[in-house]
């Protein structure tokens, strides 16, 4: 079983800065693409930003200039990191990664596209 797991969510002002973390742990062979997503209620979640394994960025118009996503392929993590942050960034922030693993007993592999629990980011005005 493979796992994210978030952290690094909290209150914040307008204009201040945060950083959020997601690490992938579990029986797996390789991870592909990562990416963070958010949600407020009532609307879909929506892609904030994705990173391959070889370090392609693609970022949502809201964000371009503000946020960074990094990776570091050793500890199977993804960062996100905010800065200039806005009232409207306020969402819960998701992880998402596309991971490689056996399919049992066929000696062949899947790529299975995994979800963390969400962490919750606020921006005061």
């Known amino acids: 079983q493979v796992q994210l797991v978030e952290s690094g969510g909290g209150l914040v002002q307008a204009g201040g800065s945060l950083r959020l973390s997601c690490a992938a742990s579990g029986a797996f062979f390789s991870i592909s693409t990562m990416g963070w997503y958010r949600q407020t209620p009532g609307k879909q979640r929506e892609l904030v930003a994705s990173i391959t394994r070889d370090g392609s960025t693609n970022y949502a118009d809201s964000v371009k200039g503000r946020f960074t996503i990094s990776r570091d392929n050793a500890k199977n993590t993804v960062y996100l990191q905010m800065n200039s942050l806005k009232p409207e960034d306020t969402a819960f922030y998701y992880c998402?990664?596309?991971?490689?693993?056996?399919?049992?007993?066929?000696?062949?592999?899947?790529?299975?596209?995994?979800w963390g629990q969400g962490t919750g980011v606020t921006v005061s005005s």
């Open positions: 998402n990664a596309d991971v490689r693993v056996e399919v049992p007993g066929t000696g062949s592999y899947r790529y299975l596209e995994v």
